[in-house]
């Protein structure tokens, strides 16, 4: 009988059903329409320049940046477009997403807004100070 008990007890820790699917991630909200697009999917080789020339095709645009990386310069395959207003803004998300650049789909979207940084609290533990002590240990 206990043994009977075991062999379930064992069968049910290695079921698949004794365990829960982890739960889908929730994806991030969409952001609210604006004049500045967030750029996905670029190529290594794409250069701010090229971003600024495929981007113009639709409107206006006053700004363009494609993120490079510190040490190799290269793009980080992504980037960010600023139009002059909403409406090129949305020409300019139907005209570039899902289509190629520079041999790679790219992706377009409203770019969301940076979350202000976090402030460290003020009750946390002074920095360490690695010098001398603040007295003086030659003084007699």
């Known amino acids: 009988m206990a043994a009977a008990v075991a ?29 500045n697009l967030f750029i ?11 971003l600024r020339d495929f981007a113009a095709k639709f409107g206006d645009v006053l700004h363009a ?5 510190r040490v190799t310069g290269f793009s980080k395959g992504f980037g960010f477009v600023r139009y002059c207003s ?21 992706f377009a979207e409203y770019a969301r807004e940076r979350p202000p940084p976090q402030q ?12 001398p002590p603040s007295g003086s240990w030659g003084a007699q």
């Open 65 to 69: 940046r494609v993120v490079t990386d």
């Open 7 to 35: 062999r379930s007890g064992f069968r049910r820790m290695f079921s698949v059903s004794a365990f829960a699917p982890p739960k889908a991630p929730t994806p991030p909200p969409k952001a609210d329409p604006s004049p």
């Open 86 to 106: 909403v409406e090129d803004a949305d020409k300019g998300i139907q005209g570039m997403d899902g289509k190629f650049l520079d041999g790679w789909v790219i």
């Open 120 to 131: 460290p609290e003020m009750n946390s533990q002074p920095q360490q100070s690695w010098g």
């Open 40 to 50: 996905s999917g670029l190529s290594k080789r794409t250069t701010t320049e090229g």
